[in-house]
């Protein structure tokens, strides 16, 4: 048995990195609906591996009690064909995942023919079935198959949650969307957090919508064949019509600790693409007359006293965030030589029930583990979803709005009273803190990022016309509270807050001609006088 249990050790910690880094951390696996089949595949396989873990651990199965360990193992070579399939169908592996699951493969050949002579010896016996400890083995496979069963039921829960996303986006969409016609939106990072919700968006009010996305299958897989996905700028032809584009891609700020490699990888997710785009438009027909683009309020870097921070504060040069900031705003810019509008939007926080940092805070919140960051006096600029891609259909819209606008909500609280607020969501409240030092000596400068934040204002939004439909962090939260319903609203403009919302209005119109020499699905064309209604 020391040999099942060596090689079901290598198989269980190659499979928990898998799961942890490219399910979780890259692939993102439970905050997308279109992932649900796959996830659902995981929660099964991970199932089976936790009843084998404790099987091993505890039990002797002897004659025809052999077929049903034996049945559990053949069922997951069923169970793993299937999720190849799938994971090809709907998402793009990165090489590293694909050199692991070789790897599991193997190591799984390597279990089977270790168990073979096992199960033959066992099923010799009289069939009967006992109890079999195995000293330590015994209990770290207890632990294993505790744990692995566990995140099954985690994976279960999320695919319960998934479909019911799923369902929701489905009754929005039922409401057929205008006939798709005139130019086209760009919008690069379109399968990120906050992307999705604007293509879904997009879609519904009967725009053209063309992503540009490392992952092409993801993006068909979540949007449908009404989107046209590409992996490549330059595979769009320069006759291609449109009017806007969006620029949203970049690696995430907060995850891994800010190591010269990751800083270089952070500014160049953005800055390349940002170049990438500034070409495509220089080669287009027509060019787009607008270029909105994501930056941060960390462009203010570490302000001292708490100040009040309009447009017009200047960066905090020697600050990763300040310049990190400065430097997509910088490239973004660039592109008014050609003639294009720019607007760079500086987003706080975005909350979401389906990614960004709201899901974590959520979970501790509702177990009553929200906890004060620091002394919690430290302003956390927020921004709800819905409005963060209002805001950016506002900045296309509006034809006088150029260059930085802050794009958060208008009341600024301490993380204190943020925190307090989200516990209080879910009728609980929060006594934890956690000490400056431990989050500094743990995080380093990333530290900054929770424990010191930029009271910035949306002046420019609000003197622009815009209407926040979450102005208030209890009424964000309450909407939070209801995934469901939220998620109802993605592919449509949610109800304010407040008493009015933001004017419908037309999107920029591309001037003259043209058309795209690529197929119908493009349907990218210029209809000349057509507005880009909204």
Do not use: K
């Not at 073979?116 to 330590?136: D, I, N, R």
């Not at 810019?333 to 720019?342: C, K, Q, T």
């Not at 743990?442 to 102005?471: D, T």
């Amino acid at each position: 048995m020391t040999a099942v249990f060596i090689v079901l050790t290598v198989q269980a910690l190659m499979g928990a990195f898998d799961n942890l880094w490219h399910h979780e951390w890259q692939a993102r696996l439970p905050q997308r609906a279109s992932a649900r089949h796959e996830l659902l595949l995981h929660a099964l396989r991970e199932a089976i591996y936790g009843l084998l873990f404790l099987g091993f651990a505890w039990v002797q199965w002897q004659g025809a009690w052999v077929l049903l360990p034996a049945t559990l193992l053949a069922v997951e070579i069923a169970i793993t064909a299937a999720d190849f399939l799938e994971e090809d169908r709907s998402r793009r592996l990165p090489p590293a995942e694909r050199v692991l699951h070789t790897l599991l493969t193997a190591s799984y050949g390597v279990l089977v023919g270790v168990i073979a002579p096992l199960f033959a010896a066992q099923a010799a016996l009289p069939t009967a079935v006992g109890v079999a400890g195995h000293g330590a083995w015994s209990l770290l496979f207890t632990l294993a198959g505790t744990v692995v069963l566990a995140w099954s039921v985690r994976n279960a829960l999320a695919v319960h949650r998934l479909r019911g996303v799923a369902r929701a986006e489905a009754a929005a969409s039922a409401t057929p969307a205008p006939l798709a016609r005139g130019p086209a939106v760009l919008v690069t990072g379109g399968t990120g957090f906050i992307g999705s919700a604007l293509v879904q968006r997009l879609r519904q009010e009967g725009h053209r919508v063309i992503v540009a996305t490392r992952d092409p299958l993801q993006a068909r897989a979540a949007f449908g064949p009404g989107v046209w996905a590409v992996d490549r700028l330059d595979d769009i032809p320069p006759e291609t019509a449109i009017a806007a584009v969006v620029h949203l891609a970049g690696a995430p700020i907060l995850g891994l600790p800010w190591s010269a490699r990751r800083r270089r990888q952070l500014v160049d997710s953005r800055v390349e693409t940002a170049r990438a785009l500034r070409d495509l438009i220089a080669r287009l027909h027509r060019r787009p007359q607008v270029l909105v683009g994501a930056s941060a309020v960390g462009f203010y870097g570490v302000p001292e006293g708490g100040a009040v921070l309009r447009e017009g504060h200047a960066p905090q040069p020697g600050r990763f965030q300040s310049d990190l900031c400065a430097r997509i705003e910088q490239e973004a810019l660039r592109a008014e030589a050609l003639g294009v509008r720019v607007v760079c939007l500086r987003l706080g926080i975005v909350l979401g029930a389906d990614g960004g940092a709201y899901p974590a805070q959520a979970l501790a919140a509702r177990w009553g583990l929200g906890a004060v960051l620091g002394h919690g006096r430290q302003p956390v600029p927020w921004i709800h979803r819905d409005d963060a891609v209002g805001l950016i259909l506002h900045a296309c819209r509006q034809p006088r709005l150029s260059g930085a606008v802050n794009a958060v909500a208008p009341v600024v609280p301490s993380q204190r009273a943020f925190a307090a607020a989200l516990a209080a969501s879910f009728g609980r409240g929060g006594r934890l803190r956690l000490p400056a030092w431990l989050l500094r000596a743990a995080l380093g400068e990333m530290s900054e990022l929770l424990l010191c934040g930029q009271r910035a204002v949306p002046v420019r939004a609000a003197a622009s016309g815009y209407v926040f439909r979450h102005p208030t962090l209890e009424g964000a939260f309450r909407a939070l509270a209801r995934p469901a319903a939220a998620a109802a609203t993605v592919g449509s403009a949610p109800a304010p807050e407040a008493p009015a919302g933001v004017a419908a209005q037309s999107l920029p119109q591309v001037n003259g001609g043209g058309r795209v020499s690529h197929s119908a699905a493009m349907a990218c064309r210029d209809n000349p006088g057509t507005p880009f209604a909204s």
